[in-house]
């Protein structure tokens, strides 16, 4: 006799039915969309990985998102991407105002623009734990910065042991590396997974103990400063010792048009931070880079800086290039 035929339901072999698998890093989290946030949001999303992040109102998302758009545009009048892979990133962009929309990350980067190093160490404190309320246990945060340490901002946190520090190099489309900080709590377990996150987005991995300003600010602060001096001294001008370090040593941009275009109020901040730690006289702003941050003259965001610049941040005139 023919053996009975069972009859199952086809519903019992749908997706919803079955355990799907969920690849690592398929959703982060990113907190604050300036420079860097668009950076690490656009970057990630390439890769096709989603991402959400998290502003403090609707104007900031809106000018996130037409920031992002008009890099995407660069790169299509470069020829670097097309017009379907600027939507494919777009469409895995998404910006909010509540950490809810955290929930499933995988990975969470909190990215705020800081502006004094005490204010801003309790705000990062207190984003750290609306992250830590709304993530599950196992997904890795980590902070941005540069000169304040992941252990002291992680210190409260229930889960300490999965809190890192990353560094993106967003000044240079060349400069495809990433400082990864470990922690004083900071598991292998935890800091394997932000490497292999860097790996994904195609970024070659610095190792760095932690340290206040990791190896990329500590070097490049006590340059500016040298550079600084010898304008001060009368040695040299502006351009001309831009024009040494290009072309006699090989840098991309010299270290007072790096300056403009990092930001002189930024980097003011880095040093501050950085003296306040190790209390070493190299760190200490010069006078010359003080004076002009008071005078509003922050680089090209504000037009001016070392050099002046026009509404597209083109150089057009130099400023302050006596000697002083």
Not at 56 to 71: F, L, M, P, Q, R
Not at 99 to 120: N, P, S, T
Not at 231 to 243: F, K, P, R, V, Y
């Amino acid at each position: 006799m023919p053996s009975e035929v069972i009859y199952e339901p086809i519903e019992e072999f749908g997706l919803s039915k079955k355990n799907v698998s969920r690849t690592l890093f398929s959703k982060i989290g990113v907190i604050g969309c300036g420079l860097v946030g668009q950076n690490i949001a656009r970057v990630a999303s390439f890769y096709g990985i989603e991402v959400v992040f998290i502003e403090v109102s609707d104007d900031k998302i809106i000018e996130a998102y037409k920031n992002i758009e008009k890099v995407l545009d660069e790169r299509i009048e470069h020829w670097g991407i097309t017009q379907g892979e600027k939507r494919a990133i777009l469409s895995r962009i998404k910006g909010s105002l509540d950490y809810q929309d955290l929930v499933g990350c995988d990975f969470v980067i909190e990215a705020i623009r800081a502006v004094d190093r005490g204010g801003k160490i309790k705000e990062r404190k207190e984003i750290l734990h609306k992250i830590e309320a709304v993530v599950e246990p196992e997904c890795i945060i980590a902070t941005h910065s540069t000169t304040i340490v992941i252990t002291e901002l992680s210190s409260d946190l229930q889960y300490r042991d999965r809190c890192v520090s990353l560094h993106f190099f967003i000044n240079s489309q060349e400069a495809r590396i990433v400082e990864v900080v470990r922690g004083l709590y900071t598991t292998d377990e935890s800091y394997q997974k932000v490497c292999k996150f860097v790996t994904l987005i195609n970024r070659k991995i610095v190792p760095v103990q932690e340290s206040a300003g990791l190896v990329s600010v500590r070097i490049y602060v006590v340059l500016l400063n040298e550079a600084c001096e010898i304008l001060m001294e009368g040695i040299s001008n502006i351009d001309d010792i831009d024009q040494t370090m290009k072309i006699g040593f090989g840098m991309r941009l010299g270290p007072f048009e790096l300056a403009d275009k990092m930001g002189l109020d930024k980097i003011l901040r880095w040093m501050d931070n950085i003296y306040n730690e190790f209390g070493d006289i190299r760190y200490k702003p010069n006078p010359f880079l003080r004076k002009l941050v008071r005078a509003k003259h922050l680089g090209m965001e504000s037009g001016e800086g070392f050099y002046k610049y026009d509404e597209n941040g083109k150089k057009i005139v130099q400023l302050n290039n006596q000697r002083c």
